[in-house]
């Protein structure tokens, strides 16, 4: 028996380094740039991730969000140490170098030197993935869409994008973000068209 449905298409979201909407912070002591928001379909009430920017301005506790795991990755800025109140060691994040913890935490930002930007990526602690910084070099990389979401983002210089299906860019600039669903199965090439080229790839099941 064949089904008359049509094969799903995959779907793309492109975020720009000055788009995204404004959300204040929980705890009222600023704001995130939120790039892009997935809610759980039994539950629209509940996040399923969620990726963002924000400006960390001086040393502050962080907004506790239980069931959820965090990676924050230091994007520019002096680096920041993390210190947790027992629940793991304090841990300093330096530019580019994606820390996982998780967001039930009590956790408090030592903001040591200058204003950090950072990213973070908020996941509900029952979706699994896996994140990877990734340096296209000037031959073709393949990175293999086998999940049901990857999200790339711009970290440094320019990454050249050619897919099995169509693409809303052409290249990846620092801070650019760029969603691809729905795409099990599909090809994405990877080309680094300046030498720092440099992408944080995360991938949901």
């Not at 995959?10 to 009222?28: A, E, K, L």
């Not at 979706?127 to 970290?155: F, I």
């Not at 300046?194 to 991938?203: C, H, I, P, Q, R």
Request: glycine share 10%; with cysteine; proline share 6%.
């Amino acid at each position: 028996m064949t089904s008359d449905r049509p094969p799903r298409r995959p779907v793309t979201t492109f975020v720009g380094p000055r788009d995204g909407r404004q959300i204040p912070w929980g705890n009222g002591g600023g704001a995130s740039r939120e790039l892009i928001l997935r809610s759980r379909a039994d539950d629209p009430g509940r996040l399923l991730w969620r990726m963002s920017t924000t400006q960390i301005l001086a040393s502050c506790p962080f907004s506790a969000y239980a069931g959820c795991k965090r990676t924050i990755t230091l994007l520019s800025g002096g680096a920041f140490t993390l210190d947790f109140f027992g629940h793991a060691p304090a841990h300093t994040v330096e530019r580019f170098e994606p820390f996982d913890f998780s967001g039930g935490w009590k956790t408090y930002c030592h903001l040591p030197g200058d204003v950090a930007t950072v990213l973070n990526v908020m996941t509900d602690e029952s979706v699994a993935y896996s994140r990877t910084v990734l340096t296209p070099g000037s031959s073709v990389s393949r990175q293999p869409l086998a999940t049901d979401a990857v999200l790339l983002y711009g970290l440094e210089g320019t990454t050249r994008l050619a897919a099995s299906f169509d693409l809303p860019i052409e290249a990846l600039e620092a801070g650019d973000m760029l969603a691809i669903e729905q795409a099990r199965g599909e090809r994405l090439d990877l080309t680094g068209q300046t030498g720092d080229a440099k992408l944080l790839v995360f991938s949901f099941a």
